[in-house]
């Protein structure tokens, strides 16, 4: 079953441990875990936040609600630390003990410091978000109206659906929608797939997500081209399984082009 935020937040807790939440695919804009019980948030700023795929970055939010002394499972933030001079860092940052260690021993050891102009360009998509979010999702329910009605498609993985097993849980905590990165399904095999993704011109076949352009790939001849068709139905991909990343265009030039992608990929059977 799948539970929401709140449920895992109360077994977590129980269990003595916080509640990591990756809210990459939705963003602030559609969903804020630290209202529903997180204690970590992280995303992938490459991603919505930037919104361009021009940048690699990442960032990793504390919430300051997780008290790592009560747990007492947490000994490398509750206990002297001698490769950071003996320094507890659950006493030098009673709130965010957790990112204090994350950020000091990234730098120190990794070198993690994003340039100047790369934190300019995420500020500035984040100064856009709302706007592109908004046109995401629009998008989004038109081209998965649109591929939940076509006779070639099997099956379209998104939890606006109502017979989207995440439907009625979709509705509770992305009441604004449920992302604009998903799946479906084509009746066909990996050449049909392939034919299907040759034949696009607005979509970009990328691997990225959350691009303000319309993105696509077909793990079977891409990410997943060495598996079996017995080790790709294990993992819950089929052959015809499409990823799609809706993005700012015209959605009807969107739908355009997936009708003549998906008429190639009939006539490739």
């Known amino acids: 079953d799948v539970l929401d935020i709140p449920t895992v937040s109360n077994i977590a807790h129980e269990a003595g441990v916080p509640l990591l939440v990756d809210s990459t695919l939705t963003s602030p804009w559609l969903v804020k875990p630290f209202e529903h019980g997180a204690d970590l948030v992280y995303h992938s700023a490459t991603k919505f ?20 002394e009560k747990s007492g499972k947490f000994a490398e933030l509750t206990e002297a630390y001698d490769g950071f001079h003996n320094m507890v860092f659950s006493e030098e940052s009673t709130v965010g003990a957790f990112l204090l260690r994350a950020r000091r021993e990234g730098l120190r050891d990794f070198g993690a410091c994003m340039s100047p102009h790369t934190a300019w360009l995420i500020l500035q998509g984040i100064e856009t978000l709302p706007l592109r979010m908004a046109r995401h ?21 998104h939890p606006m659906l109502e017979t989207h097993p995440s439907h009625a849980l979709a509705k509770k905590l992305l009441p604004r929608g449920a992302g604009s990165v998903f799946s479906f399904d084509i009746k066909g095999n990996r050449e049909q797939g392939k034919a299907f993704i040759e034949t696009l011109k607005v979509f970009s076949h990328l691997a990225n997500v959350g691009d303000c352009r319309s993105l696509v790939i077909h ?7 060495r598996m079996t ?22 959605p009807d030039d969107l739908i355009d082009d997936l009708k003549r992608a998906l008429k190639a990929a009939e006539k490739a059977a």
């Open 229 to 250: 068709d017995e080790a790709l139905a294990g993992a819950g991909i089929t052959q015809g399984t499409i990823r799609l990343s809706i993005g700012l265009e015209d």
């Open 137 to 157: 999702m629009s998008n989004t329910e038109k081209v998965v109206a649109f591929l939940a009605s076509h006779p070639l498609v099997a099956r379209v993985g």
């Open 49 to 68: 936040l930037s919104g361009h795929g021009t940048v690699i970055g990442g960032i990793v939010v504390d919430g300051g609600s997780f008290d790592w």
């Open 219 to 225: 793990p079977a001849s891409t990410t997943h081209f």
